[in-house]
């Protein structure tokens, strides 16, 4: 089984609808992140937590907001979803006592009609 | 200017042959580096990490010159597997060292 796991894996939604993106990981670690890919930019920071009463805004926050349900779930909302939001998402997580190298989730393709 | 520069590429190698990308930072507080791989639509997993004395594994060889804020990786006797987008990744100072930095990637493309 994928020590992180994103749903969905696809969505496609309108314009001014609200959306939840949900990640959770079963590596034990404390410290998530939610990152968007776009073609040319690479990988952009949204948001971050390192427990589950720290959340951080990342490079990109603005129309986006975060939940950190527990240490195993971070979840990505879109309150009134835009075009320009078309994107590919990635949660990953890192453990603060060791290496900072960060694990990815499989990702979430979202497409804003 | 971006806080990490790479070429975008595509680098098309044939297969055995070496090849070398280039990454520079901006950012001279930055204190940690890896090299990331992420293959077509799917996510980024951890290549390597780059020490100051530079570091090889296997046919990847990392290389980090932090006067002139530039990182190195070089891959020989490159195999079809190779392909892929390498991400040159550097930690975000602003942020306490907890935070990452992605470049846009450099795309590989070994053909047979």
């Known amino acids: 089984d994928a020590d992180v796991t994103q749903t969905p894996r696809n969505r496609i939604t309108k314009t001014g609808k609200r959306i939840m993106l949900e990640c959770s990981q079963t590596k034990g670690h404390d410290r998530m992140y939610w990152y968007r890919q776009d073609p040319g930019l690479g990988l952009r920071l949204i948001y971050y937590?390192?427990?589950?009463?720290?959340?951080n805004k990342g490079e990109i926050s603005d129309g986006y907001s975060v939940s950190r349900q527990a240490q195993a779930k971070f979840s990505l909302s879109l309150e009134s979803a835009i075009p320009n939001q078309t994107a590919l998402y990635f949660c990953?997580?890192?453990?603060?006592?060791?290496?900072?190298?960060?694990?990815f989730g499989p990702g979430t393709r979202l497409l804003v009609l | 200017r971006k806080e990490v520069e790479q070429d975008p590429g595509p680098f098309n190698v044939p297969e055995g042959a070496t090849v070398a990308f280039n990454c520079t930072y901006s950012n001279s507080a930055s204190q940690s580096f890896f090299w990331y791989r992420q293959d077509c639509r799917k996510e980024p997993k951890l290549l390597m990490s780059v020490y100051s004395s530079g570091n090889e594994d296997g046919r990847f060889t990392a290389q980090l010159n932090r006067a002139s804020q530039y990182i190195s990786l070089l891959i020989r006797d490159s195999k079809l597997s190779d392909s892929a987008t390498y991400l040159c990744v550097v930690n975000d100072p602003s942020t306490g060292r907890r935070a990452l930095t992605f470049g846009s990637g450099t795309r590989l493309q070994v053909q047979p």
């Open positions: 990953a997580t890192s453990d603060s006592t060791g290496s900072e190298t960060q694990y």
């Open positions: 937590s390192f427990d589950v009463k720290d959340i």
